[in-house]
């Protein structure tokens, strides 16, 4: 299984941006897809994933949207109103089974992406 992440960049504050997730040697559909993120110096960080139900890290709630595409066994990350402490490189995760609620503990996940660097320019 190997997942994709895309979409990265480097975006001003305010700004948005999308990140795109494909997933490969297996079908999501409705297993757990999700993104953590990472910023220097500082500890791996759940964002949000998409289950039977979305979940979302407190930051970044109301600001960011998570969805998915069966037909192309994606996921995508929609990113509003950035602000400069979203800098981090954005890892898109997956687990094979299904949850109502994405699990927020990253040893949860047992498919990783390379991870997709954001950067925020105030």
């Known amino acids: 299984v190997q997942l994709q992440a895309s979409g990265g960049g480097l975006v001003q504050a305010g700004g948005s941006l999308r990140l795109s997730c494909a997933a490969s040697?297996?079908?999501?559909?409705?297993?757990?897809m999700g993104w953590f993120r990472q910023a220097p110096g500082k500890e791996r960080e759940f964002v949000g994933g998409?289950?039977?139900?979305?979940s979302y890290a407190d930051a970044v709630k109301g600001r960011f949207t998570i969805s998915r595409d069966n037909a192309k066994n994606t996921a995508n990350l929609q990113m509003h109103s950035l602000k400069p402490e979203d800098t981090a490189v954005y890892y898109c995760?997956?687990?094979?089974?299904?949850?109502?609620?994405?699990?927020?503990?990253?040893?949860?996940?047992?498919?990783w992406g390379q991870g997709t660097l954001v950067t925020v320019s105030s």
């Open positions: 995760v997956g687990n094979k089974n299904t949850y109502y609620s994405p699990p927020r503990d990253s040893i949860a996940y047992e498919y």
């Open positions: 040697g297996r079908t999501f559909n409705s297993a757990v």
């Open positions: 998409i289950g039977l139900s979305t």
